[in-house]
């Protein structure tokens, strides 16, 4: 009998994975021809000086690893990755807080509520072409925004040439268009907020912003830290808006390169795709580091499961808190926390 259920559990087991396999063998393939293999061709080829036909081996020179250190000894190359850290730093501070407080605002129930989310989510739907060709023409020093300006009596401004100012024209332009995305994320998680926990603080005393510190924040915080990390690898590779508004070479003297903009015209626009491939797998190993070392030390938080909080825990009596349920546990005892500390204070 022992063999007989060893042997069908065996079976059982050897039916799961030859599924498992079958399943994942086309995402496999595709990740392995899509991701992995570009990756392996373009170490490959930034070992060569090559213009891009035939094979490297036969129509272009070895020059082993001399493409990488040019590379990064280059100060254009420093600055176009100092360029998109800036940005992505810009980014969160100003999107981040921005996105929360539309969220909250737009989670009320009003009047109008359904357009002004439709207005807000309709810049990131467009196409970077439009977005380009719209902000360069109004950013230009005869366009319509100087023109406002010199009609109430104000200097016009560079917003595009001079390298003060157009870093920040870009980090307006990105905030704009990528706001609505933010939004609509929050939204979602703040849809996932169960209503009975602001109707317990309610009933405790907290008012509307000890509700959405101790509510509603802990609560967003996984969102928070997912749109953050999207955030971040999508300031990284920017490439669309940066080629439209300010094109290859205006963009270096703007102060505006990207690590993407440099590899395009170092490479391609050089004619030395060797180069450029070298520049491409610099941009993924910086990119994958940044990855990783978010996930490690900030996403990984989310799959702990649970929020906890000793001072709450002791004052309420919550001795052992379950995976599934401690998010709303913890968070309706800090608001009723937070209320009760109000009255007594």
Do not use: C
């Not at 917003?159 to 994320?185: E, H, M």
């Amino acid at each position: 009998m022992k063999t007989t259920k060893t042997s069908k559990q065996s079976s059982g087991k050897g039916r799961n994975r030859l599924e498992i396999l079958v399943l994942s063998a086309p995402a496999i393939i595709l990740f392995v021809g899509f991701v992995i293999l570009p990756i392996i061709l373009g170490a490959y080829y930034g070992l060569y000086q090559w213009k891009g036909f035939g094979s490297p081996s036969t129509n272009g020179k070895f020059v082993g690893l001399q493409n990488y250190i040019i590379a990064l000894k280059d100060p254009n190359f420093q600055a176009a990755i100092g360029h998109p850290l800036l940005i992505m730093i810009g980014s969160l501070v100003i999107q981040g807080p921005l996105a929360v407080l539309f969220a909250l605002l737009l989670n009320q129930k009003f009047k109008g509520r359904a357009l002004i989310r439709t207005l807000i989510f309709v810049p990131y739907v467009v196409s970077e072409v439009i977005v380009g060709t719209g902000w360069s023409l109004l950013l230009q020093k005869t366009g319509a925004v100087n023109q406002i300006l010199t009609s109430i009596g104000l200097p016009a401004v560079d917003w595009l040439a001079n390298p003060k100012i157009a870093i920040w024209t870009l980090l307006l332009i990105i905030s704009w268009k990528y706001i609505g995305f933010a939004v609509i994320l929050m939204l979602a998680g703040l849809q996932s907020i169960p209503e009975e926990l602001y109707e317990a603080a309610r009933v405790d005393g907290a008012g509307f912003w000890q509700m959405q510190k101790n509510i509603t924040l802990p609560l967003l915080a996984p969102t928070l830290r997912i749109w953050a990390f999207l955030s971040m690898i999508g300031s990284l590779q920017l490439f669309d808006l940066v080629y439209i508004v300010w094109g290859n070479y205006v963009s270096t003297t703007a102060g505006v390169s990207t690590m993407a903009t440099y590899m395009v015209r170092e490479g391609r626009g050089a004619g030395n795709y060797g180069y450029g491939s070298a520049v491409a797998l610099i941009i993924f190993v910086i990119s994958l580091i940044i990855a990783l070392t978010y996930q490690k030390f900030v996403l990984n938080r989310d799959l702990d499961g649970a929020l906890t909080d000793g001072k709450a825990k002791k004052k309420f009596g919550f001795k052992k808190f379950k995976n599934e349920s401690s998010n709303t546990q913890v968070a309706a005892s800090e608001a009723v926390l937070a209320a009760s500390e109000g009255e007594e204070k």
